[in-house]
């Protein structure tokens, strides 16, 4: 067994346990023969919060952005209700929607409540 393989069996065991993520081949992406540890939908959801992040410094949050949140919502129930099957391209950019306005409401939530918290015991 290579150091690579050791190195991808970590991560396809850390990404089970701790993001709780399926990992089903068929909805996953593949780098040079190996399994991406998250599938489509958890990678998106991923790149979705680190991107909130970065831009939490320069976004103006407006409480439509958790609108965003829509597209996985409606292809996750449609998926798991009927006999529709979305792609990893849907997958991933309902995920990175979806983490994106997930983090930004929480960021934006968590500020505002310690913006009152500081001013009452402020004042």
Request: hydrophobic fraction near 45%.
């Amino acid at each position: 067994m290579t150091r690579a393989d050791r190195r991808w069996i970590w991560w396809m065991d850390h990404a089970k346990k701790y993001c709780h993520c399926h990992q089903m081949p068929e909805r996953s992406f593949f780098i040079k023969g190996y399994q991406f540890p998250l599938c489509a939908r958890c990678s998106g959801i991923a790149i979705g919060h680190i991107a909130a992040f970065l831009a939490a410094p320069f976004f103006k949050f407006r409480p439509a952005v958790a609108w965003l949140m829509a597209p996985l919502a409606i292809d996750g129930t449609l998926q798991y209700f009927t006999h529709y099957e979305s792609n990893n391209m849907k997958r991933i950019i309902s995920g990175v929607l979806y983490g994106f306005a997930f983090t930004s409401t929480m960021l934006w939530i968590v500020k505002n409540n310690l913006n009152k918290i500081l001013s009452t015991s402020a004042g």
